[in-house]
């Protein structure tokens, strides 16, 4: 491959979000270059090391529905699978995977170094080159500058990076990796409006010094979910345990005991952290009443002996961390192999974005991940994916892609972003999706493939097998649908046990599996049996859609309802301080978010169903 003198996308930084995005851009055919720090780090998980969860798997499914490289990677790395909510609906089911760290970054820098129209460089980028207010390039920490059409930028915790363990602190990117310093500079010169957040990561535990016996084992699921829909269970590594200690009054006393050093609570660290992973000695305070914390012990790998205590995370001075760590079930002889620490970053107003997400302030320029305020390896990856994807259609002089609520987690992460912005790292839970029942990991391709494969983001591979699903699914449906049952047959006397009425009439199967307590093993084989067994995803996907009818058909009335609302744009010099009616709250909050549309508006915190009448008047006063 010829190195180009000038790509159309140039993503900076190789984590979660810059390697989905140079991965999404090349697929699309453009020329991209993925500059980082050092390419033995690319894919690196900075904290734990696991993928999905809840509201996390969601977006995995669908960076996989668009060809991304998360979900495979995580098939080809993980060490302990399991399904959370398994007993809940279909809507709040979730995958996560423990992986292998080595593997997984391995899996992912396999993806990013044979993929055509991609190539990669290893130096720090200090500077944007701008030409009339559009981002068209970068330079590197030794001048070398590149030429770009488009420039997304997945800087991630790295940008004025301060850690901090204890009262001490020093500029670091995360440990053993340098801070971006430089193009942090320039970046807050330019009119983006940047603040600090923080992490925490908890310090590392050689297995070797740990009783495991006085633990609780926590096996993976005896059936391993797969992550990805091109996955398998034969991608698989070797699976292993984790397991479960807790802290208890002692190691909450020594947390006490040493908050005089912590820099959370002696103001030294400015940045708001994680509400929903707090360090432990937030949890000390703000769960006081409480006298006992659940730790999972997660291994971090195969070939390691390096343990993942997650739930004690924190930014306490090491003397107290040994001890503390010491004072649980387990690990009285604990070594630490790295301790654990804060990080203070800089991200900028995710408001200042447009949905595509590039920056309203410079054209051409991208932010995806963390430096957009969220946190987390799946809502990086996904914003990459989008970055990435949108860089790639401006470079083609092509409209962006902006999938909505009722079409994608990665829709409703974007937009709760943009119109409301955030003041501490934001995640993904099913509960910020209005459309969850429509919004499953289970129907992920189902609802993007076929816009991933317009895009140019889907390979042949993966269309092929995704047409060959979808063909099964309408043919497992029809034949259900078309096998009968008549009362006294020896059908209906194998079925009528599982049923709490026997059946009285004729009955096709399809009607059968609506009825509660009916699973679709229990149908799949009553009737002119399949010569083949019917694949799992087919089959899932079936049941689901039967059972579930109703409350679908209902959401989906609602989604058109608001999508006649949607269809309605704000135009973006609307002054709103000039709105009568309008309380002065939210005057300013619409001014701030400048939400795009009717609906974008109706989502705003404190904007009530009220002032979207009263901005509809205004608007049809205007008209
Ligand atoms: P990153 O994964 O940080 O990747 C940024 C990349 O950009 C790196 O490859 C870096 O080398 C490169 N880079 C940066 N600046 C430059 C430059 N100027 N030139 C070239 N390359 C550059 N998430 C959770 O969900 N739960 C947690 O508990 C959690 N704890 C965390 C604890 C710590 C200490 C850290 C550091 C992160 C934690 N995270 C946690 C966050 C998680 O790691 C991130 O959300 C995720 O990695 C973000 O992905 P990203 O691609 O945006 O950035």
Not at 251 to 258: L, N, P
Not at 343 to 354: A, R, T
Request: glycine share 8%; hydrophobic share 35%; proline share 5%.
């Amino acid at each position: 491959m010829d190195f180009p003198s000038r790509f159309d996308v140039i993503v900076v930084g190789g984590g979660h979000a810059g390697t989905e995005a140079a991965l999404a851009a090349a697929r699309m055919g453009v020329k991209t270059l993925l500059l980082s720090h050092n390419i033995e780090t690319l894919g690196q998980m900075s904290c734990n090391p696991a993928i999905g969860g809840i509201g996390k798997s969601h977006l995995v499914k669908e960076i996989d529905a668009l060809d991304g490289a998360m979900a495979l990677a995580t098939d080809q790395a993980g060490i302990q699978f399991r399904t959370l909510n398994s007993r809940k609906g279909p809507a709040v089911r979730a995958t996560r995977a423990q992986a292998d760290r080595i593997l997984y970054k391995a899996a992912i820098r396999h993806q990013l170094e044979n993929q055509e129209n991609l190539w990669l460089f290893q130096q720090s980028v200090e500077d944007l080159i701008v030409e009339e207010g559009a981002a068209r390039g970068v330079i590197t920490q030794t001048g070398i500058r590149f030429n770009s059409k488009t420039v997304v930028l997945t800087a991630g915790t790295f940008l004025g990076g301060v850690i901090h363990i204890g009262l001490q602190n020093h500029a670091g990117g995360r440990a053993g990796d340098p801070p971006s310093i430089g193009l942090a500079e320039k970046l807050r010169a330019l009119p983006f409006q940047v603040d600090r957040l923080k992490t925490g990561t908890p310090p590392r535990i050689d297995a070797r010094s740990v009783d495991f016996t006085q633990m609780q084992p926590q096996p993976g699921d005896d059936i391993t979910p797969v992550m990805s829909y091109m996955g398998s269970r034969d991608l698989h590594p070797r699976q292993i345990e984790c397991f479960i200690t807790h802290t208890n009054e002692r190691t909450h006393d020594i947390i006490r005991s040493g908050m005089d050093r912590s820099p959370m609570y002696t103001g030294v660290i400015e940045g708001v952290g994680p509400r929903y992973c707090p360090s432990i000695e937030d949890k000390i305070v703000r769960f006081a009443d409480k006298n006992s914390h659940q730790i999972f012990i997660e291994p971090e790998g195969l070939t390691t002996h390096e343990l993942y205590p997650n739930g004690i995370s924190t930014s306490l001075p090491f003397d107290v961390q040994i001890e503390l760590v010491r004072s649980m079930k387990g690990m009285e002889n604990a070594h630490i192999t790295r301790p654990g620490y804060a990080i203070e970053y800089d991200y900028f107003n995710p408001q200042g974005l447009k949905y595509s997400l590039e920056t309203k302030h410079m054209s051409g320029l991208f932010f995806a991940g963390q430096i957009n305020g969220t946190t987390g390896y799946e809502e990086a990856g996904a914003q990459g994916l989008l970055a990435g994807a949108n860089a790639a259609l401006l470079a083609q002089e092509k409209d962006p892609w902006t999938p909505r609520r009722d079409e994608a987690y990665l829709g409703v992460l974007v937009d709760d972003l943009i119109t409301m912005g955030t003041k501490e790292p934001y995640r993904m839970f099913t509960s910020r999706a209005e459309y969850r029942l429509i919004l499953r990991e289970d129907n992920a391709d189902m609802r993007l493939t076929e816009k991933g494969r317009e895009l140019g983001l889907v390979s042949d591979e993966r269309w092929a097998a995704f047409c060959h699903k979808r063909e099964a699914i309408e043919q497992e449906t029809q034949r259900l649908k078309s096998s009968w049952i008549v009362p006294n047959s020896v059908e209906a006397e194998a079925i009528n046990p599982k049923l709490e009425t026997p059946i009285s009439h004729e009955y096709n199967l399809l009607d059968l599996l609506k009825r509660p307590g009916i699973v679709y093993q229990d149908i799949a084989n009553l009737k002119n049996s399949p010569e083949q067994s019917v694949d799992e995803q087919v089959s899932e996907q079936v049941q689901i859609t039967v059972k579930y009818a109703g409350y679908i058909a209902r959401q989906a009335e609602d989604i058109e309802r608001l999508r006649r609302q949607e269809n309605t744009p704000l135009p973006a010099d609307l002054d709103y301080s000039q709105m009568e009616g309008l309380s002065n709250e939210i005057k300013q909050k619409l001014n701030e978010a400048r939400p795009e549309s009717l609906a974008a508006a109706s989502r705003i915190q404190g904007v009530t169903p009220a002032a979207v009448s009263l901005l509809l008047i205004h608007l049809k006063k205007r008209a």
